[in-house]
């Protein structure tokens, strides 16, 4: 998936207070047996942070692993900060995907072909697991991002409120890079 829904936030915070902020308002995005969620804590958003980039997800407690995940950069200024980031799937999950559809495909064309061309009776599941089997790689992702609708408003809102952040205007960002766009 392309990074869609790039937003860029200005704030007056230093790098290291946005991280320090970041971190008490959220809880750390590390696995437990014992959560009911999954994980530790009962903060509403998890996080793990490396260097001045960070990723957010809601906690949920069902389970969701197409669920949009927030990748931000905290970017220092003259005064204060530009937090850059965008909405995407978790990466885990996007290698999955691309290795099951290419399983898949590889495993099923074969079957599917042989089917087709050499019809049994009764041997018409050959032709129709190989295509289920794409459509659900193709669909659940979607149907996951269905579910999972307003967590990305729910993420910038909890990153504009807790950083203190309004949208930056002015710039358009190409390849996490801010182009000023000021008239001449």
Not at 155 to 166: G, P, R, S, W, Y
Request: contains cysteine; aromatic residues 16%.
């Amino acid at each position: 998936m392309p990074k869609t829904n790039t937003i860029v936030l200005r704030t007056d915070l230093s790098a290291e207070e946005c991280l320090r902020r970041l971190g008490e308002a959220t809880d750390p995005g590390k696995r437990s047996i014992f959560g009911l969620s999954g994980y530790k804590g009962s903060k509403p958003v998890l996080a793990t942070f490396e260097g001045n980039r960070f990723k957010l997800w809601k906690r949920i407690y069902y389970r969701n692993d197409f669920r949009p995940y927030f990748y931000g950069t905290l970017v220092p200024q003259d005064r204060g900060c530009r937090i850059e980031g965008y909405f995407d799937v978790d990466r885990w999950m996007k290698l999955f995907m691309w290795f099951w559809l290419t399983f898949v495909f590889l495993a099923g064309a074969p079957v599917f072909i042989a089917t087709v061309s050499q019809p049994i009776r009764g041997g018409w599941i050959g032709a129709v697991v190989p295509l289920g089997l794409i459509l659900f790689g193709v669909f659940v992702p979607k149907f996951g991002r269905w579910i999972a609708r307003g967590q990305e408003t729910f993420l910038k809102e909890f990153v504009q409120t807790t950083l203190a952040a309004t949208p930056e205007t002015g710039s358009v960002v190409v390849s996490q890079r801010a182009i000023d766009n000021t008239p001449l």
